[in-house]
């Protein structure tokens, strides 16, 4: 728990300094307009728009989807529950260079998002069960 905590500060902490310097820029691509902090010069929406390079692959979101997909893995391996691992891989595929071009980044976010819901459902109501169990084992005698 302190290492995904650890985890989580730090990823927070290098998104915020990202988030207090940049600005956002239209993007034009496959006849949609976005705004982005990054612009490519394939994805410029007029000739006076300037390119802004990228510093790298997005740090954060990618590991967060490596933390899901890792979780996932255990819980498929440990607990036959492969919706939170295939949610992440989904997430993953769809936000790669080949995919992108379909425009299915948004569709991995609902599969990521879905697999994670049904994973807290599915042992949010095992732990119901089990401390519902529990209480009746152990009757209050008067």
């Not at 498929?76 to 997430?91: D, S």
């Not at 998002?113 to 009757?139: E, K, S």
Request: charged letters at 15%.
């Amino acid at each position: 728990m302190a290492v995904f905590c650890l985890l989580t500060v730090t990823i927070i902490a290098h998104e915020l300094l990202d988030f207090w310097n940049a600005s956002l820029m239209p993007v034009c691509e496959y006849d949609l307009v976005r705004y982005a902090t990054r612009v490519s010069a394939q994805h410029l929406c007029s000739s006076e728009q300037a390119v802004v390079a990228s510093d790298g692959p997005p740090i954060g979101p990618l590991v967060t989807v490596f933390v899901v997909i890792a979780t996932g893995v255990l819980l498929a391996l440990k607990r036959r529950f492969p919706w939170m691992m295939l949610g992440g891989i989904a997430m993953f595929v769809s936000a790669t260079p080949p995919m992108m071009r379909y425009k299915l980044d948004n569709l991995g976010e609902v599969a990521i998002t879905l697999g994670v819901i049904c994973a807290i459902a599915h042992f949010a109501g095992a732990a119901t069960r089990f401390n519902a169990v529990r209480a009746n084992d152990n009757p209050v005698v008067d």
